[in-house]
Nanobody
Framework: QVQLVESGGGLVQAGGSLRLSCAAS????????MGWFRQAPGKERKLVAT????????NYADSVKGRFTISRDNDKNTVYLQMNALKPEDTAVYYC??????????????????WGQGTQVTVSS
């Protein structure tokens, strides 16, 4: 059974940092590109960052470029999202997702085979 389990969310003041983790099990992790999405209340789920299978290529939404960094450790079957200089508009539920042989900038959520349960990030002003 495939599982993606996010952790690391929480409440932080504007300007602060959080590091999200997504631990994968039950799949050949190194064969999957990974993405982080976020969904604010009443809004659609949006792609934030992607990373290719070996971690050689990363892509970011314009709104987070220069502040967020996606990385992965294939030995630990884990993908990370380091979030710095957080803003209130970053408040959302953050989801990791796995796309077989993916990792390019693919905003179509139906292309991702597996999803985590989400972790809440709240940034206070």
């Amino acid at each position: 059974q495939v599982q993606l389990v996010e952790s690391g969310g929480g409440l932080v003041q504007a300007g602060g940092s959080l590091r999200l983790s997504c631990a994968a099990s039950g799949l050949a992790f190194s064969l999957y590109g990974m993405g982080w999405f976020r969904q604010a209340p009443g809004k659609e789920r949006k792609l934030v960052a992607t990373i290719t299978r070996a971690g050689g290529t990363t892509n970011y939404a314009d709104s987070v470029k220069g502040r967020f960094t996606i990385s992965r450790d294939n030995d630990k079957n884990t993908v990370y999202l380091q979030m710095n200089a957080l803003k209130p508009e970053d408040t959302a539920v953050y989801y990791c997702a796995a796309e077989y042989f993916g990792g390019r900038w693919d905003t179509d959520t139906s292309q991702y085979e597996y999803w985590g349960q989400g972790t809440q990030v709240t940034v206070s002003s």
